[in-house]
């Protein structure tokens, strides 16, 4: 008998499909909405990458395959992350080497500010480098490793970043010296390096922004469909048009952005646990008359006319010496206009005379907050800096007022000429003095750590470090040429009230140099360059230094054996290997010159003067095309054509061929008008031709744009005469 058929399973309960919240449904919306484009985004940020797309927005690079394994080194391309597009060759760090790891027993201090600690124009004598040999002498069984990391013309919105990258390199103290180009800086308020976007989160983004390769990618093709024009850096003459008055409403908004920067770098040290010694910042207040003096907005045109008679009396009785007088016209012109920047120099330049400092002090103060090209820290940016040194003093912020102590080490209390070379950059004395400030502030933190050779000494003196980092009358010699030729004769400078005044002191400075020097002064500085090498053998500075002084002297294997010291010890530098180049194309040894500068141009492919030696080089063989075809290459590439112009018309000139060398010239005129170099050619073309009248047009036409040319004047002579 068959079994009963099983009685089939119920089906199984259906579950009505859940459904999802409208909250929840557009969550994911969002979610896919975000995550979509991010994926997106990161692969080809990854892919770029990986392409070798675009370039290191870091400080810091991997110096591994330069410098040997486990080091860092500068980024001589960091400037065109910090700076807008279009400025092919940007203002770059001080060379450097650095192992990644801190040694053992190394206490390794960070430098974090713009060009016056960076030591602008000649960073071997920078504050820094003053600061290494005070801390060195200090703590003799510590080794002291100080980083400068200062770049011309950034401001605290780069600094924040390149601190972030110094807390991941084990630093044991912060210094910040930072203030001066917070007008002036990327997105300061004069809109030159960046426009003042009103929003500290949008500057951040952008500069977050333009360090991915995908961003690098976006602006590349943004600027393929615009007209970005390629252009030189162009130092401070980028401003003139950039004034920036007291009571501009984006000054406050600077002053926002400066305190919150400064206040991140602060958080950065703090949370990397070491100490930050914040500096204020001291300038140029007797010697380094305003830039630009604006009248108040409301001034009319009659009141400014009546204005200008009693502020023209006063300079006159000031020139006369009435300094009473004057003053009494400077107070009556302020009285009408309280915003005239000179009215307010020239008034404490005749309360000092009058014997009333501390009056003078507040005025020399005023007229600095009131220039309206805002190149030197003021007021409100060192109130900035000691406020919130003070309210993060119990975080290891650490003030060290530099101001004061400039204020106290100057004559009436007003510091001036003895510290500061023009505006703000600084004189040995001034580095020295602002090291010795920083030392002594940060003094009771490091004296817990490290262990003083005497604790009864003071610090080294000025003249012991100065013959610690060789600096002698043939570096000041060369500084102040530097200083007077490069900068003081150009604007701003020559827009100042005090610009004759202080030309005269600078010529009787050099020549008073070059005198001491023919008498003894050079024999002296070869024996300290020895003595400081002997102390300090892996100092590149040093005799990268000592070499062009053995050049100078006719020493070339001397000066040779220094530069390729150099290359040993900076192997990344393209400095040194041009310098050979130089060296041995005067010394007729092209074919090592080629090699020299070849190499220097494979270390810095974007750095002109070696093409320019190179193309010489190939000259001098009798390779004219070929140096010419260096010239022409470097026409499609370098932002400067004056430059390469000139270049090109001088070379054609060696060459005898002065047709074409006067159509290369005259082309630089019309890429820089104001270049007296071009005139000065041109001069030489005409005289060498026989056309006198030419000459000398085109010699008067340079002296009127460089009045300063005693070589120049003897030729002008000449050809008169002739």
Not at 294 to 301: I, N, R, Y
Not at 361 to 373: C, T, W
Not at 659 to 673: F, G, K, M, S
Request: charged share 25%; hydrophobic share 40%; with cysteine.
């Amino acid at each position: 008998m068959s079994s009963p058929a099983p009685t089939p399973a119920p089906p199984p309960p259906t579950v009505p499909p859940r459904r999802l919240s409208r909250g929840r449904k557009w969550l994911f919306r969002l979610i896919a909405i975000v995550l979509g484009p991010a994926l997106v985004l990161g692969l080809l940020e990854l892919g770029l990458r990986i392409g070798g797309y675009g370039r290191s927005t870091a400080f810091f690079l991997d110096g591994s395959k330069t410098e040997g394994p486990g080091t860092v080194i500068d980024n001589p391309q960091f400037g065109r992350w910090a700076f807008p597009r279009g400025y092919e060759r940007t203002p770059a760090p001080v060379p450097f080497v650095m192992t990644r790891e801190k040694p053992a027993g190394t206490c390794r201090v960070f430098v974090l500010g713009e060009s016056a600690i960076m030591g602008f124009p000649d960073p071997s004598v920078s504050a820094a480098r003053v600061l290494e040999v005070l801390l060195k002498a200090r703590y003799p069984t510590t080794k002291f490793e100080v980083v400068n990391t200062g770049v011309v013309a950034i401001n605290s919105h780069i600094v924040l970043p390149v601190a972030r990258e110094c807390a991941g390199y084990q630093p044991d103290l912060f210094v910040v010296h930072l203030g001066n180009n917070e007008v002036v800086g990327p997105f300061g308020a004069s809109g030159v390096l960046g426009s003042d976007s009103g929003s500290l989160r949008l500057v951040r983004a952008n500069l977050g922004v333009k360090r991915t390769r995908v961003g690098q990618l976006l602006d590349s093709a943004i600027n393929s469909f615009g007209s970005a024009e390629r252009k030189p850096w162009g130092g401070m003459e980028m401003y003139l048009n950039a004034q920036v008055r007291e009571s501009d409403e984006r000054l406050q908004r600077v002053y926002t952005h400066y305190r919150q920067n400064l206040d991140d770098i602060c958080t950065v040290g703090a949370r990397a646990g070491v100490p930050t010694v914040v500096c204020t910042v001291p300038v140029n207040l007797k010697d380094s008359a305003p830039f630009v003096s604006a009248h108040v907005a409301d001034l009319e045109p009659k009141g400014e006319a009546v204005w200008q008679v009693v502020f023209d009396e006063g300079v006159r009785l000031e020139s006369e010496g009435k300094h009473d007088k004057a003053l009494t016209r400077f107070q009556t012109a302020l009285g009408m206009d309280p915003q005239y920047a000179d009215a307010e120099f020239r008034s404490a330049r005749c309360l000092l005379a009058l014997g009333r400092p501390a009056e003078a002090r507040d005025r020399f103060v005023r007229a600095r907050d009131l220039d309206a090209l805002r190149f030197r820290s003021d007021s409100a940016i060192n109130r900035t800096v000691r406020e919130v040194a003070a309210a993060r003093a119990g975080e290891g912020v650490i003030l060290a007022d530099a101001e004061t102590s400039f204020a106290a080490a100057s004559p009436s209390g007003i510091p001036g000429e003895e510290l500061f070379l023009e505006h703000v950059h600084m004189t040995f004395a001034g580095n020295y003095h602002l090291a010795r400030t920083i030392l002594e502030s940060a003094a009771p933190v490091l004296d817990a750590r490290y262990m003083r050779a005497d604790p009864a000494a003071g610090p080294l003196t000025e003249r012991e470090c100065a013959g610690r980092l060789a600096y002698t009358e043939w570096n000041e010699l060369k500084l102040a040429k530097e200083v007077r030729e490069d900068l003081l004769t150009h604007p701003p400078f020559t827009n100042q009230l005090d610009r004759s005044e202080r030309d005269a002191r600078w010529a009787a400075k050099i020549k008073s140099l070059q005198t001491r020097l023919k008498e003894g002064g050079i024999v002296q500085a070869v024996k300290t360059y020895q003595a400081a090498i002997a102390e300090a053998r892996g100092d590149w500075m040093l005799r990268m230094n000592f070499a062009q002084l053995m050049a100078e002297i006719g020493d070339v294997d001397g000066a040779a054996e220094q530069y390729q010291a150099v290359t040993a010890r900076l192997k990344h530098g393209p400095s040194a290997p041009y310098k050979l180049g130089v060296l041995r194309l005067n010394a007729a040894k092209p074919a090592q010159a080629i090699d020299h500068f070849r190499e220097a141009i494979r270390l810095d492919p974007n750095w002109s003067e070696p093409y320019y030696g190179l193309a010489e080089a190939l000259g001098t063989q009798g390779k004219i095309e070929e140096g010419l075809a260096v010239f022409e290459e470097r026409l499609k590439k370098e932002p400067d054509r004056a430059a390469v112009l000139i270049g090109m018309g001088t070379y054609l000139m060696r060459a005898d061929r002065l047709d074409e060398a006067r159509r290369r010239l005259e082309e630089a005129l019309e890429a820089r008008p104001g270049n007296p170099m071009p005139h000065a050619f041109l001069g030489d073309i005409a005289h060498r031709q026989g056309r006198r009248d030419d000459a000398i047009a085109h010699y008067e036409a340079a002296l009127e744009a460089k009045p300063d040319w005693p070589e120049l004047r003897e030729r002008l002579a000449l050809v008169k005469a002739r």
